[in-house]
Structure formats: C-alpha cells, structure tokens
C-alpha cells in the first residue's frame, strides 16, 4: 500500500510548509512506537494508535483500544474513510485528499494547535499512598526513637537516678522490669521490684556478694564452713548452679551433669580432697552405699566416733552395745507381752518423725519400757529400778530392801530360806539390832542386784560386767540415728501397702541387733536408674545427683525445710 | 529473559536459607544445655549473634537499593537473599528464643520482628500477585497518560457542549470538575469513585448526583439522546455518549491501577517502620540483657 503524506506546518505568520513523503508498507500506521509509519513523542499516545488500510477501493481507519480516531468530530475506533474527511490522530489533524494514480492513500497532516494546551487536570487526584499522607521515614524514625528510649534510655537513666525506676513503675512506663528476661523464683518473688539488689553494677553478672548479701546469715547452717562444697562456694559462682529468670524456674538444677563436672574425676578435678569416688551415673556407677555408723561403743569413750564403712566390708557389725532380736519381736505367732500374746510391727517402735523422713529415736522409756518393766521385788510390783547409772540401781535396791527390813516387815523368801527373822519394829530395836537388819538388808540387797543386772533384766538388753561384789559395769547403748546422712531419703514417699519396711530391710529374719539391716544400693536400684534410663534401665525411675543428695553438704537444707521457705518468701 | 526474584540463580538463596534453618534446628535439638533453653546458652548466644547480623543486613537492603552506582551484587540479587534469609531468619530467632516469652522488652523485639517478616511475606505475595494485573490494565500506558487523556477527553466533550443548551456543559464541566477518585489511603485500596455530577432534572433544576464510574452522566446523556429530535443535536449528544464511555473505561482503569500500586506498596508502609522500631528494640535488647548480666 502506498501513502503519500504532506505535512502542514503553520508557521507565525500563517505561511504554510509542505513537506511531502511517500511510504509503502502494508498500511498506514499511527502510534508512538518507532515503526510507525506516523510516529508521535506524545506520551498520551499509546505504541499501536490507529491504522488505515485500503481494502479493495474503500480505506478503512481501525483503532486499537483503548485509542479513539475522532472522524469528522465523531469519537470512533471503526471507520470508512472518504476523500475529504477530517480525522483526528492524538495531536495531528489528518485530511483524507483525492489519491493521485498508483497510490492508495493521500493525506496532509498537520498538529492541533488546540490540543497543545495540555491542559492537565485542574487538581490531578491523589491517587498514590505518599500523595494522601502515608509516609515511612518519620514513622521509621519516630518509632525507632521510642522503642530505644522506651525500652532502654529511660529505664536506664532512671536505675542511676534515686527511686527512678519506682517512680516509672507508678507511672505505668517501662521500667528496668521489662529487661527481666523471666520470671523470678517463688523465694525471690519479693526481689522482683528491685532489680539492683542482684544487679548490682551495671554491666556486671551477678556476685556471690548480691546472694550472701541474703543468704551469708543462713548459708553455713546448712554449709559447714570447712566443708569442700563451702570452699568451692569462694572459687564458683552461685549464679552457676542457681540460674534465674528462666522457664521452667527452678533454682536448684537437678542437671546431674552439673555434678559430673567436678565428679567424674575427683582425682584431677579435687586433687586436695581424699576418699572421693568416681562416679558417672547412679544406675551405672554408683558406688555401694558408706553408712555413717557410731562405734567405739565398747572401748567406753563418752562420744563415740563415727565410723564410714562400706556397707559391702565383710563381717560388718554394729556395735551398739544392744542386744535385740528383731526376729524374736517380729514373730508372726507374736510375743509375750504384759497384756497378753501381741504380734508387733515395725512401727509398734520406729515412730516416724513429723516430716515422715525418718524415725524418732529408740529409748527405753519410749520403745522397751511398756513390756520390758524394771520391777524387782514380787512385794512391791510398782516399784523398779531407775534405767541409769549402775550405782544409783544398787542404791536404789539397797534403800528398798532397808526400808523394808527395818519396818519390819518380813521377807517372804528371806524367811522361807534363812534363820534371819525380824521380830520387832526397827523403831523399837536396839542401835545393834537395827545394825544388823540393816546389814541383812544390804545382803539381800547385793543378792538381788546380781539377779537384777545378770539375770532377768539389764543383761536382757545391755552387755554387764560385774566389777566386784557391789559394782557393776553396764555398756552403754549408742544406736546409729542417721545410717545415711548424705543421703535425702523420705521414707514417707516410700513406705507404701506395695513397699512394706520388709522390702528393704531385712528384720524379720535377723537374729541380732549386731546385723546391719540398711538395704545396698542394688536394692534401690530395683527401682531407680540414674539420668540414664535408656536400655536396660528402661521403666525405672529416672535418679539424678540430686535426687538423693544435697549439693551443699545437707540430707534438708534449709531452704526445703517449709518453715524456712515461708520465712525466706515473707521476709528476705 | 525476566526472572522472578525468587527464582533468582536457581534459588540459590533459597537453599543457603534452608540449610541455615536446618542446621539451626538440628543444633537446636542435639544441644541440651544445663538450664532450659534460652539465649544465654553458647546456642543461644550463636544465633541470637547471627540473627542480630541478619537484621542488620536484612535492614541494609534499604540503603544498598538506594545506591545505584554499587557494584556489591545486583539489587536483584540482594532482593532474592533478602526475602530467603528474612524468613530464615524466624527459625533461627524462634530458637534463640528457647521458646520463652513474656511482657519484656526482648519478647518486644521478636514480635516486631515476627511482624516486619510477616510484611514482608505479604510484600511477597502483593509482588507475585499485582504485577501482572498492573500491567494489562495499563496496556502500555503511564497513569499520567490516561490523566492527560481523560482531560483531552473533557476537553473536547467541553467543545462539543458549547454547541449545545447550557445543562450540558454544566454537566460535562462538573463532571470534569467532580471527578473524586483516591485521596484516602482506603480510598486507593479500595478503589472507590466517589465522583459527583450536577445534572438537570426534567424540571430544570440542576441537582448533585453521585456518579460513580460516570454512571450518572452517562445516564442522563442516553436519556437525553432519546429526547432529541434534532439530527445535529442527536449527533452531538451521541459523539458525547462516546467520549463520557471513554472516560469511565479510562477513569477504571485508573482507579484500579492506583488500587494495584497502592496493594504492592501498602506492606512498605509497615515493613519499613516497624523494622524501624525492631531495630530500636534490637538494641534495647541487646544492651539491656548485659547491663543486668
């Protein structure tokens, strides 16, 4: 198709510049895009703006939406053209002229003065978010400021001031208190509102010094001075073990890996400490339990000595300076008791303590007495000797009998067996007489002691030597209170219907007090493995360290014991 | 070719962020720590100390977008990295966490983070989503075009009502001048048309009408065609029904291209500030943990 295109451009003056071309192509073509065959700059005008093409002898003007040709002042995308019409291109004015022979199309072109004027709209409408006020750096920026001033200028600025961070917390405003990373433990709780009394100086973790500030009154009753844990306390951090702010809070870690580090190889780890065993596991190596046994007992020192055994050493016995079978007490037919045949019970005598840990101690009075009565003298069934010194027994023996003999009264056995009568009221006797029943007294007396210490009565239970005639030597009984003092062990939590005493305590088959009846470690380890419970050990309880043992050297800190735990959270 | 940015290099960034959050996930679970896990552990530590980093860089993309002369990899690239390590980032902060949160100025922190990432997500998908809406309602036009083409458009219907009684170009005027699209933020979003017209009744008066996507001028022109018996007057009217059609095509296409620029900007609007006020917190955080050690 060929098209012959004269441009009209005005100038000043009205004169009129023609500048004539010839195109040959398969159309026509008008648009900005640089093949157009009439290209305009004009950014209103899309790439593709309209085309004519001759089709047989008609020329037909197509639009490509959303362009519009306006055709002799009509909008249209669709039109047929004829000599003479006026179309309107974006900003060219095209007329349609009489094409000479052998070309297609003739037209002049020429620009719309009028639309020149691209008037844009009065007021463009804002149609972007920065033109209708959003804005990101002021916010950026002012956000940034109160996230840094809020969350630590302020509350920093108010810890060096005086009452500063009080004051913020009673204003509502952050304070030093949203730093905390969590909550504080119970025992601490009352702390929370003064971050500083652990933070001391900024910058700084926590001392021992911020701990002791609380706890140096209390920590030695639980922590013997010389103790190793109490040395390390000096060359360790408490906030190593004790960690705080931290989900789930608890303050003592029950990590048994913790332990291992010193304990794994107390050789090189504690070199200056002597006796302290390997150990990596409970269920796995543990040593066989050490009781703390008192002993001495013969060898007759006031206080006996304390004595750590093995419970494995063979031939290990107790030396209480007891005689007690427990089988005998433990008979199922039961024994023969003051009120008649009663079979009895472990606890007939071990009387749990209050916190069911332990046991009350054993005594006499307390335990022995209901059934083992101390009386001597049939006459006087309410009489009996005084569970004592050996002497004050004979004295006691001696001031009965005398009393009787010289009142008068005639002993029943002394007169079925001896010429010895009484005859009169001592009151009454001669100075001589009275000697002499006094001395009778004394006879049977002795005769009686003998009875009383070797026969019937003290050598039931105690080891007695006689010393001479009038004297006797009455080993006294020390029994072990505490076999297992490093160990916290709660007999509450164990003694069961399913767990009776027998479970691990073999009484009911021992013949003599001397047996030591605290169970070995294989018997807790029926049920408890170590922090490993994997494999073998699968379905048992799971034991750390702590489970049984107390780091800082107590069976019950103090911080366990309830009272000290309500005193610590009410006061501190 | 164009290449998403997140194809970008065979996803390369992609699999360096997957194999962060992996690792950091499997040290998470191997490292068992004396206390419960939290951001003092020596893992704790790591990744807070790596997170700590990627926010900082994360944050520089701002800067290094700006800088057009910089050599120091392709914007494209850093887009890329940006949006992978960005969500890599939620991991290896979640773990540094040790899940432990609470009303303090380090949770803060994380959920300002939690949010600047979840903008960002949302960038993403405003980004894979409006592009190509954007462009086939623009067919190759800027908005500044069809503005200048709506105003020719007035112009000439302006023209063509001088030639007519005078209701009409009070209508053509004031619906030029009534035109209401965006102003508001939701207004932009929405794409709303909230245009006005003053149109002469059949008794004369003339009287406001909304005229939302030129509904009612439209209208009132049809009727007035309907009206007309002269044959000049009917053929002006309708060369006016025709332009006015023209203007609600362009007039909807504006409106909805606002509406498309303002979706793939609006996350911006948060992302940029809230990242802001995270880096604000990041600091606080940072410094507050060490000062009450």
Redesign the interface.
């Given at each position: 198709m060929r098209t012959s295109i004269k441009f009209l451009n005005r100038g000043e003056g009205g004169a009129v510049e023609v500048s004539s071309r010839l195109h040959e192509g398969e159309a026509f073509t008008f648009g900005r895009a640089t093949d157009q065959v009439l290209q305009t700059n004009d950014s209103r005008v899309p790439l593709q703006h309209s085309r004519i093409v001759a089709s047989g002898r008609r020329l037909v003007l197509r639009s490509k939406a959303p362009a519009q040709a306006v055709v002799n002042g009509r909008t249209t995308r669709d039109a047929v053209l004829e000599v003479g019409d006026v179309v309107q291109l974006g900003p060219y004015v095209l007329r349609v002229l009489q094409a000479p022979e052998g070309v297609d199309l003739a037209i002049t072109v020429e620009e719309d003065r009028r639309s020149d004027a691209k008037a844009s709209p009065a007021a463009a409408p804002a149609l972007d978010l920065a033109g209708v006020g959003l804005r990101k750096r002021p916010w950026s920026w002012a956000l940034f400021a109160a996230t840094l001033f809020l969350g630590l200028l302020l509350p920093w600025a108010a810890r060096n001031a005086e009452n500063g961070n009080a004051l913020l917390r009673a204003a509502h405003l952050p304070s030093d208190r949203a730093w905390s990373s969590g909550p504080l433990h119970s025992a601490h709780a009352a702390l929370g509102q003064k971050c500083e009394s652990c933070h001391v100086r900024a910058f700084e973790q926590v001392t021992n010094g911020a701990c002791l500030d609380c706890h140096a009154a209390n920590l030695h009753q639980h922590v013997p001075a010389n103790h190793v844990s109490a040395v390390s306390l000096a060359t360790r951090e408490c906030t190593s073990c004790h960690v705080e702010h931290d989900e789930p809070g608890d303050l003592v870690n029950k990590d048994q890996r913790l332990c291992l580090d010193c304990h794994a190889d107390p050789k090189k780890s504690m070199p200056t400490v002597q006796g302290m065993q390997q150990i990596a596991d409970f269920g796995r190596s543990h040593p066989q339990f050490r009781v703390s046994m008192l002993d001495g007992v013969g060898a007759g020192s006031a206080q006996p000595a304390v004595q750590r055994v093995l419970l494995d050493t063979p031939g290990l016995r107790e030396r209480s300076g007891l005689k007690f079978p427990h089988d005998k007490h433990l008979d199922a037919k039961g024994i023969k008791t003051p009120d008649g045949k009663k079979v009895m019970g472990c606890g007939d005598c071990h009387v749990a303590t209050r916190d069911g840990h332990g046991f009350e101690p054993i005594k006499m009075e307390g335990q022995c007495a209901s059934c083992h009565k101390l009386e001597f003298d049939p006459a006087t069934p309410d009489r009996t000797v005084p569970h004592g010194k050996p002497a004050e027994v004979v004295q006691a023996l001696i001031d009965h009998y005398s009393g009787r003999y010289l009142a008068g009264y005639p002993d029943r056995q002394a007169a079925a067996d001896s010429s010895r009568t009484i005859s009169l009221p001592s009151l009454e006797a001669s100075p001589a007489a009275r000697a002499r029943m006094l001395g009778n007294a004394r006879e049977r007396a002795l005769v009686v002691a003998k009875d009383v210490f070797e026969r019937r009565m003290c050598a039931d239970c105690h080891v007695v030597e006689r010393v001479d005639r009038e004297e006797w030597r009455v080993q006294p009984v020390k029994l072990t209170q505490q076999w297992m003092p490093a160990a916290n062990f709660d007999h509450a939590a164990h003694g069961t219907s399913l767990t009776p005493c027998s479970t691990c305590h073999a009484a009911e088959k021992s013949r003599e007090a001397a047996e030591i009846l605290m169970p070995g470690i294989k018997v807790c380890r029926d049920c408890h493995a170590g922090g490993d419970t994997g494999g073998e050990h699968a379905g048992k309880l799971a034991s750390t360290c702590t489970t049984c043992h107390g780091f800082h050297g107590a069976t019950n800190p103090l911080w366990q014991q309830p009272a000290a735990r309500k005193a610590l959270r009410a006061g501190l | 070719m164009h290449q998403s940015f997140l194809q970008y290099r065979g996803k390369r960034y992609l699999w360096i962020g997957l194999a962060l959050c992996v690792v950091a996930v499997l040290a998470y679970g191997w490292h068992a720590p004396?206390?419960?896990p939290?951001?003092g552990t020596w893992l704790g530590y790591t990744l807070g100390t790596i997170g700590a980093l990627l926010i900082l860089w994360l944050t520089a993309l701002g800067v290094r977008k700006r800088s057009y002369s910089s050599t120091l990899g392709t914007v494209q690239g850093w887009v890329s990295a940006h949006v992978y390590l960005g969500l890599a980032l939620l991991i290896v902060a979640t773990l540094h966490t040790g899940f432990?949160f609470?009303?303090?100025?380090?949770t803060?922190a994380y959920v300002?983070m939690v949010f600047v990432i979840g903008s960002g997500l949302f960038g993403v998908v405003m980004y894979l989503r409006f592009p190509e809406a954007m462009s086939s309602n623009r067919?190759?036009?800027?908005?500044?075009?069809m503005?200048?083409?709506?105003?020719?458009l007035?112009?000439?219907a302006l023209r063509?009502a001088a030639n007519l009684p005078a209701p009409f170009a009070e209508a053509i005027g004031s619906n030029?001048?009534r035109?209401?699209?965006?102003?508001?933020?939701l207004a932009?979003l929405r794409a709303t048309d909230a245009s006005q017209v003053s149109l002469a009744g059949e008794d004369g008066v003339v009287r406001l009408q909304a005229n939302p996507a030129q509904r009612a001028i439209l209208d009132w022109l049809g009727r007035e065609l309907a009206r007309s018996t002269d044959a000049e007057r009917t053929?002006r009217v309708?060369?006016l029904v025709?332009?006015m059609a023209?203007r609600r095509?362009?007039l909807r296409?504006?409106?909805q291209?606002?509406r498309n620029?303002?979706w793939l900007?609006?996350w911006?609007?948060v992302h940029?500030?809230?990242?802001?006020?995270?880096?604000?917190?990041l600091?606080?955080?940072v410094?507050?943990?060490?000062?009450?050690?």
């Open positions: - | 004396l206390s419960p939290n951001g432990q609470g009303w303090n100025v380090h803060l300002l067919s190759g036009q800027t908005r500044a075009q503005l200048q083409e709506i105003a020719d007035d112009q000439r063509i030029r001048d035109t209401a699209v965006g102003g508001s933020a932009i053929r309708d060369e025709n332009l023209a095509t362009l296409r504006i409106v291209d606002a620029v303002a900007q609006l911006l609007y940029v500030p809230v990242t802001f006020a995270l880096l604000g917190a600091v606080a955080h410094v507050s943990v060490f000062l009450y050690w």
